[in-house]
């Protein structure tokens, strides 16, 4: 049979894909491996941890999201200098404090209105 090599062959090389899977780096479009933590071309970062959650819009939107939790991604991203860190820590934090004070505030508002409202209907 002439295909019985060529199958072979075939199945082999898809075994070799499958252990050894290759991707492509985004930026320079190079060959990687998907275990790589850094491309081998270009140097760009490729693990998880540099990715869109680690970035600034990511911790922007995390921080609407879940408020002060963002606060965990943002200390463990490798993206971030230490800088701006700091600088969203202290965001972070004043929109927390803010949140709180307005929080507390409509709270008193809620509790007048209602003694208001049973006082009234006595
Ligand atoms: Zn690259």
């Known amino acids: 049979m002439n295909n019985a090599p060529k199958n072979t062959q075939s199945a082999e090389q898809l075994l070799n894909s499958m252990q050894s899977a290759k991707a492509q780096c985004p930026r320079c479009h190079g060959i990687i491996e ?4 850094y491309c081998r071309h270009c ?3 490729l693990q998880s941890r540099i ?9 922007f939107l ?3 999201l879940a408020g002060p939790f963002s606060l965990f991604t943002l200390w463990l991203s490798r993206k971030l200098s230490i800088t701006a860190k700091l600088l969203w820590s202290a965001g ?4 927390s404090a803010y949140l709180i004070y307005a929080f507390y505030q409509s709270y008193l508002m809620m509790k007048e209105a209602l003694d208001l409202m049973l006082s009234g209907g006595m």
């Open 92 to 95: 972070i934090g004043l929109l």
């Open 43 to 45: 140097a760009k970062p």
């Open 51 to 59: 990715g869109f959650w680690y970035d600034h819009g990511g911790i």
């Open 34 to 37: 998907t275990t790589d933590c």
């Open 62 to 64: 995390l921080t609407l």
